[in-house]
């Protein structure tokens, strides 16, 4: 087998190119989006596959005779039929180096005119087909390529999609979709399902629907909630030409209180009937519970709901953090 040229001579090239430093495209780790133990192909090469673990990519390379990654079985193959992004072809090329089409660092060697082989040219290099050979990439026109993500993912594996802590991306029968969980819940990309809100850290919560009314009534000057926290709200701002405000502004209320959107204000949590985790922004480990009848309590951790118990006949008292045997109702659970 013929090698490239630049494989003579390597460690002084590597050498050479090291101190370039040039980013890889790879900081930004496409396992972000993926639930743990997802396998995909990599984008950046038709010969290699993804696992994520942990939100973080293992790469795995195909070799021999089986050269190619096929997302829908998981597998190592020969050919890939379905997948024209990712068609190498050795016809007239035996012997001879083809790129591959996915990557500026793969290439495959054509041993005869059926058989590919995958290769990578080594770090801080690029494959140039005219040339035959692995150049440093001062010297390399190459781009990296863009990608589709029903190419990388087999049909009806969920991933997030970044565009809202509520939306996904799906793809069916090869075609990407987009989706939105149901309107109590959020996107949590580790395990590619949608869960209770508070589950998930958003650092920027979708806008409910007419958040700030309708072109008809708007919400001129008014705090509203965001559907998603206790203490967070949106200011809609009067806007000059009448319309509702599309870009209103968030922010929460401080450490234990609530924003309660009829007098407007932040308000001791007791006197605000919210349903969203009581126990987000709480000091308290136990809090009181929304559910009706004030004889239930949340245990937090962490700002986050872990179970409700019962003071069975007694009642919650959020100042002792107790259950008394006073009768005793707030807002919160009237
Ligand atoms: C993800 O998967 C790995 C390997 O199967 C496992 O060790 C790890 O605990 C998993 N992580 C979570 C958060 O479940
Ligand atoms: C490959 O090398 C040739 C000759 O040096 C050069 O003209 C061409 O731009 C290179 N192609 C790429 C994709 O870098």
Redesign the pocket.
Known sequence: MEKPKAFVGLALLLLLVQSFGIANGRDEDICRLFS??TVIRDPDSCGQSITC??SVSHYSTCAGSTPFFDKDTGKCVKALTDDSSCAVSCEDAATQFVADPKSCYGYYYCSDQETALYGKCPTETHFNATTQTCTRLYESACTASSFEYCNIVKNSVNFDNLQGCNKYHVCEKGVLKDKTCASALYYQA?TGTCVAKALVDCDAHPLPSNVCGTVKKPLENKFVTDAATCRGYFFCAKQADGTPDANPTWNQCPQDYFFDASSQTCKNPTSVACKWDRCDGRTATFVESATTGCREYLICSDGITQEEKSCGNYFFDQTKGACVPDVLTYAACK
Do not use: E, R, V
């Open positions: 743990n133990n673990i942990n580790s």
